[in-house]
């Protein structure tokens, strides 16, 4: 799942030009307190007069602006420019500064900030370093960098912020950004102690600002409306960014209804909010609202063409629109038409299946379709995620809306396994619906990565412990690393590792560090205790109340039990040991010296049980095997490669064939439905899987494949439109067995097969 809302967002002169008008009159103690606030702000900067009357007054604000065009300085003219909405003015009298004052590092800083402010925000980074290497003091740069950071996700964000404060303690623009930052984590606390400064700043609209953010508090912890929105509104009744500012805090913890909801309220009190107007059309998209979301996008666009993330998602459902749309009470699916014929069978069955599975194991099963995209394109996937391409995910879940790429977007040698992937995010849609959306990111995800590994698709199958198999699906070499060398977190701040990674890899092992929390509380106190902590959530419980209040025990006493587990789980692994082993066997498998290959891959398996992934050591000793003759033994390693979850398409093929030629012809179909169930869109594949359930007694199902297959324009149409006459033959349909035959024949008169079942089915 993705983390929210990723553009920067550009606080204080967001507010320049946004107003409604000429407000309704302040009362005299709410004039002298502007008035004092212009007077301070004033002083310092020309444009402070302008910025707050224009609160008051918003046609009086623009001719204060208006009136900065004939100042000599181009800085202050391009700030004018700027607030009055003339962008390509404003870029041009700033380079004009620059070009003026090389060496004056507020001016690159403010130009970096024009830049982000349009979401350019590789330029703006630039101008911001341009604007430290002049001056490695400019603290405006330095905060400037921590808001591209902050939309990135980034952890450096909260550095820079930090070292800001270490020298200015109360600097109001450092302590907002601290106090979003405590927010994206859930640290309510922490992010109230850093409004301390900018709700008593002399500023009005840093003070705003401050107000906005304390507003959002309130809401989190579940009391709204706030008395700070009553605060704010009195000082500026215009102020959309109020609600859109509650409205990102409610959408990076998956609040989509409550954002949407905020997000209205921005723009009715003011209409020419287009970021908000933007986020409030990505959102309604995110709820299945189409039309509405579309034309919101196209409002934001009208008033704001800068915007990136509205371009892309507008060009996007452009292209969707041709999209067939799959309903029933279950799942609404919207597949690309060269493949929804192929995949909807599956989709549907594994959304119903995943929904009746994990709904039952944890007291929820929705009453209402799981809406499921699949995007052939991952860069249309991630546009219609975050209005963005680049995300690193492959899946998302908006409440009951999941959002993937199809099998075509990512292959299974990248170790994209489609359909894995696609019950994790249902398994989100119940932890979402069981709890309203108030589960952490983290244990929603714990939950997902659990049920992947006990219940999905490719779930461990039938270990053999007598053999020393491992009981447990393997997890990647670096969770192993990551536990050793105490790079893990706690519980507490678990949710941290999600949003802004600290080191390479971090998201990867929070992810599996999730999954094994859920896997250590589900052996240590029952799977009840899962269902118990989603409730605990529903309640209103942090993680830490969630998890003392479920499992009757401390928080700290669940970490030290995890580590312990950790330890006993992974004392079998030997991540230097498999990584020697391994190279050593894919150097002798490409040379075929299979005595090497063979001991080098036992060794890898040694040190790393059942490591299913790619490259994984079973296929290469299962090819060794062969190699030397043992065609027993490689069947033997392949049928434990695919129990515990392998899913490589070529050994998934061998491990089928011999099965057949050893007369095990019901394995062979049970590994078919594996190889087919992960390449669903080839069509050899399915064309042989819907020739085993034939074989087998199962027309129906051998109907279902060879319909697939005819969705995917086979060259063999012929063939494809005969094998489809033998199922619906199969299935005394008589009818429909002749209409297909007489396809078969118009393209290929002579196919004698054609001709047979054809005359069989006449007489």
Not at 125 to 135: S, T, Y
Not at 276 to 282: F, N
Not at 515 to 529: D, R, S, T, W
Not at 539 to 549: I, N, P, R
């Amino acid at each position: 799942m993705i983390q929210g809302a990723r553009r920067s967002l550009v606080f204080a002169n967001r507010i320049s030009g946004r107003s409604n008008g000429i407000l309704r009159r302040f009362g005299p103690p709410l004039l002298a307190a502007l008035a004092a606030s212009v007077a301070v702000s004033a002083n310092a900067d020309p444009l402070a007069q302008c910025r707050v009357l224009e609160i008051s007054d918003r046609e009086g604000g623009r001719d204060c602006f208006r009136d900065l065009l004939a100042n000599p300085s181009p800085a202050l003219r391009a700030e004018a420019a700027w607030a009055l909405g003339d962008i390509q003015m404003a870029n041009a009298l700033f380079r004009s500064a620059t070009t003026a004052s090389p060496g004056d590092d507020a001016v690159r800083a403010r130009w970096g900030e024009l830049f982000l402010s349009t979401y350019q925000v590789r330029d703006a980074e630039a101008l911001f370093a341009q604007a430290l290497e002049i001056n490695v003091d400019n603290v405006a740069a330095k905060l400037g960098l921590a808001r591209v950071a902050l939309g990135r996700f980034e952890a450096r964000a909260k550095r820079i912020v930090d070292s800001v404060l270490a020298g200015d303690p109360d600097n109001v623009e450092a302590n907002l950004l601290a106090a979003r930052l405590a927010l994206e984590v859930g640290d309510n606390e922490r992010a109230r102690q850093s409004l301390r400064s900018p709700l008593d700043a002399e500023d009005v609209l840093l003070r705003l600002e401050g107000m906005a953010l304390a507003a959002a508090i309130d809401h989190l912890d579940g009391s709204a409306p706030s008395a700070w929105e009553t605060r704010a509104l009195e000082i500026h009744p215009g102020y959309g960014e109020l609600f859109e500012t509650i409205a990102h805090f409610y959408i990076i913890t998956r609040r989509y209804t409550e954002a949407i909801a905020q997000l209205e309220r921005a723009v009715a009190i003011d209409p020419e909010l287009w970021s908000a107007h933007a986020t409030l059309g990505i959102n309604l998209l995110r709820v299945n609202r189409f039309d509405d979301g579309r034309r919101t996008l196209a409002k934001a666009h009208d008033g704001d063409p800068y915007n990136v993330e509205v371009v892309n998602t507008l060009r996007l459902l452009d292209s969707v629109d041709g999209w067939e749309v799959l309903a029933d009470d279950d799942v609404i699916m919207r597949i690309h038409p060269d493949e929804s014929g192929a995949l909807a069978g599956y989709v549907k069955r594994l959304v119903t299946d995943a929904v009746a599975t994990v709904g039952e194991r944890y007291g929820f099963v929705p009453d209402y379709p799981v809406v499921v995209e699949l995007y052939p394109r991952h860069q249309d996937f991630a546009v219609r995620t975050s209005g963005l391409p680049g995300i690193g995910v492959l899946g998302v879940a908006f409440g009951d809306v999941v959002l993937m790429d199809s099998p075509s977007a990512r292959s299974v040698v990248e170790g994209f396994d489609w359909a894995s992937a696609l019950w994790h995010e249902v398994a989100h849609v119940v932890t979402l619906g069981a709890t309203n959306n108030l589960v952490s990111r983290w244990f929603s995800e714990g939950v997902s990565v659990y049920e992947e590994w006990q219940t999905g698709p490719s779930r461990f199958q039938g270990a053999d412990t007598a053999k020393g198999a491992a009981r447990y699906r393997a997890v990647p070499i670096g969770v192993v690393e990551a536990h050793r060398e105490a790079e893990m977190l706690t519980v507490a701040l678990l949710d941290e590792g999600f949003i802004r990674p600290t080191y390479p890899g971090q998201i990867m092992v929070s992810y599996n560090q999730a999954g094994l929390v859920c896997e250590f509380i589900a052996q240590a106190y029952g799977q009840a205790a899962l269902s118990r902590i989603l409730v605990a959530y529903r309640d209103g419980k942090d993680t830490v109340g969630a998890l003392e209040a479920a499992l009757d025990t401390p928080h700290h006493a669940v970490d030290e039990a995890f580590e312990a587990y950790l330890d006993d789980r992974f004392a079998g692994v030997d991540p230097a040991a498999y990584e020697v082993a391994m190279e050593e066997a894919m150097a002798a498998a490409s040379k075929d010296d299979w005595v090497v290959a063979a001991e080098a891959a036992r060794g890898a398996i040694a040190a790393y049980p059942n490591a299913a992934g790619n490259p994984s050591p079973y296929p290469i000793l299962a090819k060794a095997e062969m190699g030397l003759g043992n065609q027993a033994a490689a069947v033997d390693v392949l049928i434990e490669y695919w129990r515990a979850g392998g899913r490589s398409p070529g050994a998934l093929a061998r491990l089928a064939d011999a099965l057949d030629d050893a007369q095990r012809h019901e394995d062979a179909l049970a590994v078919r439905r594996s190889l087919a169930l992960t390449l669903p869109l080839t069509i050899e594949t399915r064309t042989r899987l819907g020739d085993d359930l034939l074989d087998a007694g199962k027309p129906r199902e051998a109907l279902q494949e060879y319909l697939a297959v005819q969705s995917l324009k086979p060259h063999d149409a012929a063939d494809a439109h005969y094998r489809l006459a033998r199922a619906y033959h199969r299935l005394n349909e008589s009818e429909d067995a002749r209409r297909h035959l007489l396809f078969a024949l118009e393209i290929a008169p002579r196919f004698q097969d054609a001709l047979s079942l054809l005359l069989e089915i006449n007489q």
